[in-house]
């Protein structure tokens, strides 16, 4: 480990982007539509090897290299008629790899159309090709219908072990991904479900879900390894969004780390006493934001490493998925890796939503770095870079040498994406709320004000980061001169507990006024220009979208509505059945309701839908479209066949979506574009 510290911190250039010589030059459709170059870079555990997905057009191969040889043909292999998501080495040899089709379910007279995503394994030669768990057919046609659908789930990759996973697929299972040797390891439970094991791979923790005269609850389950019996240390009423999980084991099999809200606005993480079944010492919180998790080194057997210890913390900051390191090797490691990029903080103005307090810290406002894979010995280390106008890079540190693996959009021009900063704005009723502003480039674009897009994020329940937008809505916006407001409006969670649950039943009332504030706002900044503000949302900000042309006294020019929900209290009578749905959000999904007003809007709306899409049904669109038309108004409406909840199955589809996103903007919007 040492030999890989003094590497990092001797004889290296430091790796800084050269400024732009020439005027910015926006992005293709098809270069924001295309797959990044290369994506999903892995180390082997023994550092021997690396593997990625390289793009060929519609298509995803895997490529493996020799880590000492980079410069060698690399072997390549994919796998036909599906899409590859994402490879992984779960083994020295052996990898998993994400995969997703297309999958047409036959029901009586009827078809539904949707997307499965299966987990495979193959041996680096790509020769052996199988499913985790293969239990052959049951000769039941309806189980083995469905278990074409679904994947065992991994529990844990036994890091330490050279051979064996632990899978969940029913019950829990170890397998040896060699053999296929597959070992019954524990009996599940209805009603119970997210097992999680321990470092030595002990299954430890579960929850249970279940209801009461008080309602649906959530009970975190701790194992006995001696009786083998559960015991209830915890019991959340799903109605409170009361968060309290296990997330981590110490050295001390008496202390765990929990992360909990329990009587706070924030999610912070703790220590906890398995026996005295209560909340120890505070180990992370942060002032304005959620705490989201552990880093923990998945090798036990380098002590000189970090010892298979918790290295580090994480929250959910601007960036999303922050780390604030524990371990001193990481934070040597972290300070050299800064160095080495040229990754420096700067101060960012941040207030809590919940007591309006405002404080300045520094962070990564320009470009922060993840640790995305590495060896056991640390000899080996895959880094990745990026920020809001810097689309992702990836380097291999190999023994303490860094060199570049790939750019992964190496044709999009930074310079033209703009720029992307934390603000915050008041609502009307005094809130602050917080919301990512995207400017164009002024080389570009000329000075400000700007025409500009409102772009609420779905969910609601989610919340948007700062980093590179994988969507390309954001880019495509602002590389057109458009500047971009992403609102974190009321109900929005990730942001404390107390703008979460300020938006229960204020659907297309006080969860809108905080998007038409913010437009308001950005008038005030002089970052918009008056008349020439859009609203665009896909899912729940689709909804939103949809509600933008019915209220009165509207700032709008236009709205674009991509799967937005136009019927609230049909969509919620499709879930009521679920009883963790229907307390979890009971009070939360009210307020206006699209449907019965659409023939009332008083400006133009395009409308887009996936046909595969099994979040929001195809349906929810067209009943909004039929009525809309009765308005007056001028309304576009696209239908795409492959297209899900997002995700297009092919990067013409994806691209399609976007020209007509494009063309509306600057074309369309009732005449002349925004």
Not at 137 to 144: G, S, W, Y
Not at 417 to 438: E, Q, S, W
Not at 645 to 666: Q, S
């Amino acid at each position: 480990m040492k030999k890989v510290l003094i590497g990092l911190g001797l004889g290296l250039t430091t790796l800084v982007a050269s400024p732009a010589l020439s005027k910015p030059t926006p992005p293709t459709i098809e270069q924001l539509a295309a797959f990044p170059t290369f994506a999903s870079f892995t180390v082997s555990p023994d550092g021997k090897h690396l593997a990625a997905l390289q793009a060929f057009g519609e298509d995803r191969h895997i490529l493996v290299w020799d880590t000492d040889n980079l410069q060698a043909k690399p072997v390549e292999f994919g796998i036909r008629d599906v899409k590859i998501n994402s490879v992984q080495f779960l083994k020295n040899d052996v990898l998993g790899v994400a995969i997703w089709q297309p999958y047409d379910d036959r029901l009586g007279d009827g078809v539904e159309k949707l997307f499965i995503s299966k987990l495979k394994l193959v041996d680096l030669a790509g020769k052996n090709w199988r499913d985790p768990v293969d239990f052959g057919r049951t000769h039941n046609e309806t189980l083995d219908k469905f278990l074409q659908t679904v994947t065992p789930e991994f529990l844990s990759s036994l890091p330490d072990d050279p051979d064996n996973v632990l899978v969940q697929w029913g019950d829990i299972f170890k397998v040896n991904v060699h053999t296929g040797a597959t070992r019954a390891v524990m009996r599940t439970e209805l009603k119970a479900g997210d097992y999680k094991a321990d470092r030595e791979g002990n299954i430890r923790i579960r929850h249970k879900y279940d209801e009461d005269a008080k309602g649906f609850f959530v009970a975190v389950q701790l194992r006995d390894p001696k009786t083998e019996k559960w015991d209830t240390i915890s019991k959340s009423y799903v109605r409170e969004r009361d968060v309290f999980d296990i997330v981590g084991f110490t050295e001390d099999p008496n202390i765990a780390i929990a992360t909990s809200n329990l009587g706070e606005d924030k999610i912070g993480l703790y220590e906890y006493d398995l026996a005295k079944r209560q909340l120890g010492a505070p180990l992370f919180k942060h002032q304005m934001f959620d705490a989201d998790g552990l880093m923990e080194f998945k090798y036990k057997g380098n002590k000189a490493a970090a010892g298979g210890e918790i290295i580090g913390v994480t929250y959910d900051g601007p960036n999303g998925g922050d780390v604030v390191w524990t371990n001193p090797t990481f934070e040597q490691l972290d300070q050299q890796i800064r160095a080495l990029f040229g990754i420096k903080k700067a101060p960012l103005r941040v207030v809590d939503p919940a007591t309006g307090k405002e404080t300045t810290q520094q962070y990564d406002t320009e470009k922060f770095y993840t640790i995305t894979s590495y060896s056991a010995d640390l000899s080996k280390i895959v880094i990745g870079v990026q920020g809001h106008a810097t689309p992702p890079e990836f380097y291999l540190i190999n023994n303490g040498k860094p060199s570049l693996l790939a750019k992964q959009y190496p044709d999009i021009d930074p310079a033209s994406l703009g720029t992307t900063k934390l603000v915050y704005y008041k609502a009307r009723d005094g809130l602050d709320i917080p919301a990512f502003l995207t400017t164009p480039n002024v080389e570009l674009c000329g000075a400000g004000p700007w025409k500009a897009v409102v772009h609420p994020h779905g969910g609601p329940w989610a919340r948007d980061h700062m980093p590179y937008d994988w969507s390309s809505w954001v880019n495509l916006m602002s590389s057109r001169c458009m500047a971009v407001l992403r609102p974190q409006y009321r109900g929005s969670n990730g942001w404390g507990k107390a703008l979460w649950k300020a938006g229960d039943a204020e659907w297309g009332q006080k969860m809108q006024d905080d998007k038409d504030d913010g437009a308001k706002w950005m008038i005030e900044q002089k970052i918009a220009q008056p008349g020439h503000i859009a609203m665009f949302g896909f899912s729940y900000g689709g909804y939103a979208s949809m509600v933008a042309p019915i209220r009165p006294n509207g700032i709008y020019k236009c709205a674009i509505a991509g799967a937005g929900v136009s019927d609230i209290k049909r969509i919620w009578a499709a879930y009521y059945d679920n009883p963790y749905f229907r307390d979890h959000q009971k009070d939360t999904v009210k307020g206006l309701n699209p449907v019965e007003h659409a023939d009332k809007i008083q400006i133009p709306v395009m409308v887009f839908q996936g046909m595969r899409d099994r979040t929001v049904p195809p349906e929810q669109s067209q009943w909004y479209v039929e009525k809309a038309k009765k308005s007056g108004q001028k309304v576009e409406y696209y239908e795409f066949g492959d297209y899900a909840h997002g995700p297009a199955w092919t990067r013409a589809i994806l691209a399609d979506t976007l020209h007509h996103i494009e063309d509306y903007l600057t074309k369309g919007c009732g005449g002349g574009g925004l």
